[in-house]
């Protein structure tokens, strides 16, 4: 089997022209999915669902090929994935805890005998707002369309 035009269409692919509206689309999926995360993100003091940043970064030429969304807190994953049975720092409570009216030991023990529970602000983001990510993609394909035309 004989593929023809695989290098033009390469050529293409890694041409400005393609590559504004596949940016465009990556850019316009990372910020709708990162809108959508902070409203299912917990908030105590509201740092954890400011710090969502993400990178662009891979592919061929000037198209991204990922896109990799997180936070640089250090208890980021925790809340997105949960955690496992452990005893946590009474520091990293203390003040959660005095909001609540709840003894910090009781917090502690709860998650020494439960671990907690993950949030999944970002899969919620993506799986609960799929309609719209659809959306998204088929636009930028239609536009991707256009511009390839001979």
């Known amino acids: 089997m004989t593929f023809h035009g695989i290098k033009e269409l390469a050529d293409r692919l890694k041409s400005d022209p393609i590559s504004t509206p596949i940016n465009g689309m990556l850019l316009a999926l990372t910020t709708f999915i990162i809108r959508m995360a902070r409203g299912y993100t917990p908030v105590y003091l509201g740092d954890l669902r400011d710090s969502y940043e993400f990178e662009m970064s891979g592919g061929a030429g000037p198209v991204s090929e990922f896109v990799f969304i997180g936070s640089p807190l250090k208890y980021a994953p925790y809340v997105e994935f949960g955690t496992r049975p452990h005893w946590p720092p009474r520091a990293a409570l203390l003040a959660w805890a005095a909001s609540k009216g709840i003894e910090v030991f009781l ?30 993609v088929g636009s930028a394909a239609w536009h991707i369309e256009d511009v390839m035309k001979p």
Do not use: P, S
């Not at 993950?118 to 959306?135: Q, T």
């Open 107 to 136: 917090v502690q023990r709860a998650i020494a005998t439960r671990g907690t529970f993950g949030i999944h602000m970002l899969a919620k983001a993506v799986n609960d707002h799929i309609g719209e990510i659809n959306y998204i």
